[in-house]
Nanobody
């Protein structure tokens, strides 16, 4: 089974930026698309962004214009550049296939905390 390792989270002030990475143990092109998801305390996990094999992207309305997904097919890694961060972006961020389908696998995620 593919292993996904997220990294790059941290504590940042409102308006700040972070760049998340997600390294896959297998060729990410085996999946039609990859996605970023997040789970805030006490809330359901939600989809944030998706990037296709060809690099097309799609975003949740709450992050449009602030977050940018990208991928490096040679490194089997996807990224999420997060700018203009808000306190409501605080969550554990995960990557996974998109759409999720029947997968039950999740990596350990990376914590993003936006606080002054």
């Amino acid at each position: 089974q593919v292993q996904l390792v997220e990294s790059g989270g941290g504590v940042v002030q409102p308006g700040g930026s972070l760049r998340l990475s997600c390294a896959s143990s297998e060729n990410i092109n085996i999946m039609v698309a990859m996605g970023w998801y997040r789970q805030a305390p006490g809330k359901q996990r939600e989809w944030v962004a998706a990037i296709s094999r060809g690099g097309s992207t799609n975003y949740h309305d709450s992050v449009k214009g602030r977050f940018t997904a990208s991928r490096d097919n040679i490194k089997d890694t996807i990224y999420l550049q997060m700018n203009s961060l808000k306190p409501e972006d605080t969550a554990v961020y995960y990557c996974n296939q998109y759409p999720l389908g029947s997968t039950t696998y999740w990596g350990q995620g990376t914590q993003v905390t936006v606080s002054s």
